[in-house]
């Protein structure tokens, strides 16, 4: 089983993913928890050149789209597809619901492009995906208490609620697939809410 854990930032993905690992481990069961960008060495170092913020050039939203696909090849093939092949379950923190809502409906690239990329780079599509919504200065007020910003998280907030709407139309396009989480509720909630899906 491959799930994946989507959202603006600071709504408890991370939170969420973490105690759902432990519980798979706590029942016997084989979990790997991983994330994109990154999750394996070579896509860790692609993550940072994603996420640092460099005065002196900007980085192409064409360039930001082909960097997250070149991370993302190297852990399917490295990683996620190692670990179904073996039976395991997978926890990825975000996948490519996010490269639809960040770099489609955030940036502005064309969905064309993604499709072609979807379309030839990955061979594996969730079975599950948990899309963690809450307003977004509510996930920025959680995050930001954590200091230094990343690029990412230097966008205004008209960006990120581009990028809200992104994760609400795959949630209407694809409501079997992708359930939707109120991630306002408390952490406790949050995870009832997601094991009475799993369960
Ligand atoms: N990106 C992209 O553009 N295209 C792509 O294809 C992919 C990614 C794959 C890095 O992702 C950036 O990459 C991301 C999009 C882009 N940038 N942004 N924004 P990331 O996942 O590493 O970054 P993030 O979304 O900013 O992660 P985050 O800030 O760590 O958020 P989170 O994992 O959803 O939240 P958390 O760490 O679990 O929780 C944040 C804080 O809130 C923490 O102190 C918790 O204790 C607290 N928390 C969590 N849940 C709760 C509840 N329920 N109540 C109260 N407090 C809570």
Known sequence: MFISFEGTEGVGKTTLIRRLFEYF???GKDVVLTREPGGTPLAEQIRSLLLSVNHDEKMSNDTELLLMYAARAQHIEAVILPALGAGKIVLCDRFIDSSFAYQCAGRGLSRDKLHLLNENFVAQMPDLTFWLDAPIELGMTRARERGALDRFEQEKVT????VRSGFAEIHARD????KRLDATQTEDAVFAEAL???E
């Open 25 to 27: 481990q706590q029942q």
């Open 175 to 178: 409501p079997e697939r992708m």
């Open 196 to 198: 009475s899906y799993l």
């Open 159 to 162: 960006f990120f609620e581009s």
